[in-house]
């Protein structure tokens, strides 16, 4: 079965900058996408970003783009969202999952796998 696990949430200052990692296995096909999805408190899931595995293609949400990058390493083994001049609005439990298609679908597209999610706070 397909495993997602995120990691680099924290705590950072509004303006500042994290950057989020997902460590995915199991797949038993070639071309999957990844996405990025956040769940502000409260508030509904929302999809923040994606990325094909088979031509590194991107999508980004339209409150996003422009301050976060999505990126893959060498091995295919991991996901990156870089996240740049941070707001408090990005508060929110951040969450890596994955689909099988050819390319990213539609941002907010409900994905058939999911992480446990990481936390990521910003303050003032």
């Known amino acids: 079965e397909v495993q997602l696990v995120e990691s680099g949430g924290g705590l950072v200052q509004a303006g500042g900058s994290l950057r989020l990692s997902c460590a995915a296995s199991?797949?038993?096909?070639?071309?999957?996408?990844i996405g990025w999805f956040r769940q502000p408190p409260g508030k509904e899931r929302e999809g923040v970003s994606c990325?094909?595995?088979?031509?590194?293609?991107?999508s980004y949400a339209d409150s996003v783009k422009g301050r976060f990058t999505i990126s893959s390493d060498n091995a295919k083994n991991t996901v990156s969202l870089q996240m740049n001049s941070l707001k408090p609005e990005d508060t929110a439990v951040y969450y890596c999952?994955?689909?099988?298609?050819?390319?990213?679908?539609?941002?907010?597209?409900?994905?058939?796998?999911w992480g446990q999610g990481t936390q990521v706070t910003v303050s003032s």
């Open positions: 999952a994955a689909l099988y298609a050819s390319v990213c679908p539609p941002i907010g597209y409900e994905y058939d796998y």
């Open positions: 199991g797949f038993t096909e070639e071309d999957y996408a």
């Open positions: 990325i094909s595995s088979s031509d590194s293609t991107t």
